[in-house]
């Protein structure tokens, strides 16, 4: 994400916290993420001007909405093709850069143009594995 | 989607017609699609009767939400595992029944239990290929 790309956004001291927010911490947060950590720094900013920055940045093709937790929009600000690996417990996000060739049943789908794929990878991470095996032990 | 299983809600005239009309039409419809359908038979039906069955039947386990089109829910009651096919044009959504084997670059998810995947493949499909084909020739 470049400032330079900005330019006919105005840009406040909140609008570019929210934007190093983003460049710092890449793990695919909320609006409510966003709002919680930024207004740290500004505790008048409102929860609005974050949603409304973080559309504004996702006209502009500066972010990607992701459609991991439906009813949750969270926002990806890494722009590379890549995929997901979610965890089902504390639902991180972690990011898959890898490249995967895989093909449609050609009977069914001869015709399609693809153009592009997306994997989101379910599973349990291991920092929450240590923790059931912990509280297993524990008899919790 | 069977009805012996929905004992616990009401089954009013209008929510089976809901219920009716997502088993018949696995086109992956919104809220909106379901509200505009059912409807036409009951003019007097609110779009909030709609939501709240579709939501309650989520709830239930009996429909699935779908984060295909961030911002817009989209269901299925289709339960079994499979993938999505999705025009970029039409926003058409077909269902992939193929299982695929991916694995996870081992060197950074050593430990990640993996319990599942989907895929989300993104092109356009024969019908909207055609009308661009048309559009074309027609100098349109």
Redesign the interface.
């Known amino acids: 994400m470049e400032l330079e790309e900005l330019k006919d956004m105005k840009q406040t001291p909140q609008r570019l916290a929210i934007i190093e927010y983003l460049k710092e911490n890449k793990i695919h947060p909320t609006a409510g993420d966003v709002y919680k950590a930024v207004s740290e720094r500004f505790p008048t900013m409102s929860f609005a001007t974050v949603y409304n920055t973080l559309e504004k940045l996702k006209e502009k093709g500066m972010l990607v ?7 949750k ?1 969270r926002f990806d600000c890494d722009l590379r093709p890549h995929h997901h ?1 979610i965890c ?1 417990r504390c639902r991180e996000v ?1 990011d ?3 490249d ?1 060739y ?1 093909e ?2 050609e009977e ?2 001869n ?16 920092r929450c ?1 240590e923790l059931e095996r912990k509280n297993i032990d524990l008899n919790l």
């Open positions: 909405e992701l459609s991991i937790d439906p009813g929009k690996l089902i972690f898959v850069f890898k995967y895989l449609l049943p069914e789908f015709g399609f143009e693809l153009v592009g794929m997306q994997v989101d990878f379910y599973g349990i991470c291991r594995k």
